[in-house]
């Protein structure tokens, strides 16, 4: 495996070297900022890391026909800051059918395998409570946030130029490393679902008919579903908090992993064209109702908040990510939802 070359690979089979690379390079993201001051509106001076929670707990996507293309539009921009810290780092991922205290025949470094257990001191932090280091004196946390001589805390003053008081990640699993949560078996009945969604107009989560009948059995919908376990199994996050934890992006790595897995598949050329990869659902209008919130999808929408600045969720706009573009960073005619293409992964899936 050759460090640098773009590829992006199950975390516990990359050297200890390069995931040391990596966890440095996103404790450097908290100390570098967007230009402007905390006190503007929309904020400035929001650190590179901070700015992930910002973009999804004010405009996440979930439930609908844009969930993995804006979330891949997510990572890659992830990936993108973190080649700007270290051009050959690439933003691997956690496999779903893997525990993540203990992944069998990792790399342990000079040519060394065993068991690697991805939350200790030295790389993603503590599997339960407050994740503690190396994030707690990186700051991506502050327990006396509000106090005298510390900054304001970020659930108070809504800013996101604050650090939270915590984060953590609730035991969800007791005693011994659990069986994962997913099988390869599951993993190959998602794969060989041949339609990306169910083209209907109404996709609500409370529905039992659909939860039932109409997400296991198409691509798109099942997926999300096991991506949704996958959150709790290892941390029982909500939407509008869980990229304050930078082990949220390993799993949004291998959520995206399937989807390139699917969208090379050799025998569906047509699902590398943003014209047919979507089916019935590419100019579709769909109402979706996630998390309690209805929205209107569809894959023809501009990519936001990045296009206008404006999140769902969000009671002021924000900068999005590129500060330069005009006066507000926001870079207008952001490119549709749909023309988002596959990364490299070491499955050969492109």
């Known amino acids: 495996m050759t460090l640098g070359d773009g590829i992006r690979r199950n975390i516990a089979h990359v050297d200890p070297s390069e995931r040391a690379l990596l966890r440095d390079a996103i404790k450097q993201l908290n100390q570098q900022y967007y230009p402007g001051s905390p006190s503007e509106i929309p904020p400035g001076g929001v650190s ?43 933003l691997h991922y956690w496999d779903f059918k893997e525990d993540p205290r203990s992944i069998p025949n990792g790399n342990l470094g000079a040519g060394n395998t065993g068991p690697v257990n991805l939350f200790d001191a030295d790389f993603m932090g503590s599997p339960q409570g407050e994740i503690g280091e190396p994030w707690l004196s990186a700051g991506f946390y502050d327990p006396q946030a509000g106090t005298p001589g510390h900054p ?85 996050v909500g939407p509008h908090f869980a990229f304050r934890d930078p082990f949220v992006f390993l799993l949004h790595s291998n959520v995206d992993r399937i989807f390139a897995m699917w969208q090379c598949d050799p ?69 549709h939802v749909s023309v988002v293409a596959p990364p490299r992964y070491d499955n050969g899936a492109r």
């Open 48 to 90: 590179l890391w901070f700015k992930q929670d910002e973009i999804h707990q004010a405009t996440h996507v979930h439930g609908g026909p844009e969930f993995l293309p804006w979330h891949r539009e997510l990572t890659n921009h992830f990936e993108a800051l973190l080649r700007q810290i270290n051009p050959q780092l690439s």
């Open 152 to 236: 304001r805390g970020r659930d108070v003053s809504l800013n996101p130029a604050d650090p939270p008081m915590s984060v953590t990640r609730p035991n969800t699993y007791t005693g011994p490393p659990p069986v994962p949560f997913m099988t390869a078996a599951e993993e190959n009945r998602i794969l060989g679902l041949q339609n990306f969604g169910p083209a209907i107009a109404q996709n609500h989560q409370n529905d039992t008919n659909f939860q039932a009948n109409t997400m296991p059995n198409f691509f798109r919908t099942a997926w999300e579903s096991v991506h949704f376990k996958a959150h709790i199994y290892f941390a029982k």
């Open 267 to 335: 025998a569906h050329p047509e699902r590398l064209d943003p014209a047919s990869v979507y089916g019935a659902e590419s100019n579709m209008d769909v109402d979706v109702l996630a998390f309690g919130v209805s929205s209107k999808q569809n894959l023809t929408n501009l990519v936001e908040p990045w296009s206008t600045g404006h999140g769902q969720f969000s009671d002021t706009d924000l900068r999005p990510w590129e500060p330069t573009h005009e006066n507000q960073g926001f870079p207008h005619d952001y490119h």
